[in-house]
Nanobody
Framework: VQLQASGGGLVQPGGSLTLSCAAS????????VAWFRQVPGKEREGVSC?????????SYEDSVKGRFTISRDNAKNTVYLQMNSLKPEDTAVYYC??????????????????WGQGTLVTVSS
């Protein structure tokens, strides 16, 4: 099983990025999927998640509500995180994770079975 996170980069404040989490070895639409982020010296925090086989059941951390959108493309076995109105405090390494469960949650890293390698998002002028 492999999760490949991509799409990070340098963007100015107010800009947008779309992160992708492509899976191999599992059918991602049967898994709950989440995005976490981490900055040096801090714990990994949940950003957003989407439940399995039900793309309308999503959850967002308060600071990203209204700015980030998580979605699935089952044909591509990929989950996306569309990030708009980016702020410097969004700068972090972003990780995707999946769990063989129906519901998702963003408040536990141990809930998830598989992790991607991380992609760096830098928001700076």
């Amino acid at each position: 099983v492999q999760l490949q996170a991509s799409g990070g980069g340098l963007v100015q404040p107010g800009g947008s990025l779309t992160l992708s989490c492509a899976a191999s070895g599992i059918t991602l639409d049967y898994y709950a999927v989440a995005w976490f982020r981490q900055v040096p010296g801090k714990e990994r925090e949940g950003v957003s998640c989407i439940s399995s086989s039900d793309s309308t059941t999503t959850s967002y951390e308060d600071s990203v509500k209204g700015r980030f959108t998580i979605s699935r493309d089952n044909a591509k076995n990929t989950v996306y995180l569309q990030m708009n109105s980016l702020k410097p405090e969004d700068t972090a390494v972003y990780y995707c994770a999946s769990a063989d469960r129906y519901k998702c949650m963003i408040y536990s890293t141990t809930f998830y079975d598989y992790w991607g390698q991380g992609t760096l998002v830098t928001v700076s002028s």
